[in-house]
């Protein structure tokens, strides 16, 4: 998504400034470093903070808030974001095609997207008759969460056929986790992932993902925060949805076993 954003605004004649958030760095710091430099807009990915305090900074500055659902609009802040929802059903419908029942979601809590990806899922298994199955775990953004999450499973007397995970990394700490116990995948249970990192790419991972289009939520992003310096954007913009799409690799084909 960086790296899209550098190309996007190199294209439209801008500069980026990046003000990365980490373990010692809030999103505070990281936000209030920009503006102590004078940045014209922000771009936000998946930033934490409150509506209300999006909007007293969108008062200062244009902001766009990428990969986040906000609900209501706060004001004067423009959001790009994939239908996390949809993405959901795509992997859902993936599985069930290909024969599976007992599908488990590990839950993104209170992450950006989660309650999305929550929501999609369960509208998935309950369109595809499937409500008694409806299963969440646990989960979280990071490999450690996935790990937590797919003991858990392991301990279970039901285990399920597949697992989609709240995102890549929590779907590489489940990997791990089987891997460990000798639980091969895909041929004992299928794991997808979400967002279609460059973990899920890597030749020993192949995971089966679904893709955000990285390159065209930065692209719109760069597009709604220039408009909004140049004097071109219009309200009716304002929430830009793209629609991801289902990465099918090498962590998922038919249950070797019934699923009832």
Known sequence: MVEALYAAAGAAGYQI???????????????????ADRCEALILLSPHASAARLAEVAAQLPVVSVARRLRPLAEGVDVVRAA?????RQAVDHLVALGHRDIVHID???????ADRRRGYKSAMKHHGL???????????????????????????SRPTAVLAFNDHCAIGVLDTFLRAQIPVPDEISVVGFDDSHLARLAHV??????QEARQLARRAVSR???????????DEREVVVTPHLVIRSTTRAPCRSSV
Not at 225 to 235: H, N, P, S
């Open 131 to 157: 409500t008694d199955h409806v299963r969440l775990v646990p989960g979280g953004l990071t490999e450690d969460h996935g790990a937590a999450a797919a003991r858990t499973l392991l301990t279970d007397s």
């Open 84 to 88: 996390d929802d949809e993405g959901a």
């Open 206 to 211: 192949q995971l089966t993902t679904v893709g």
């Open 108 to 114: 993104g809590g209170r992450a950006p997207g989660a």
């Open 225 to 235: 925060a220039v408009a909004r310096l140049e004097g071109g954007a219009t309200d």
């Open 17 to 35: 400034a990046l003000s990365a958030v980490a373990a010692s760095r809030s999103e505070q710091e990281a936000v209030e470093t920009l503006l």
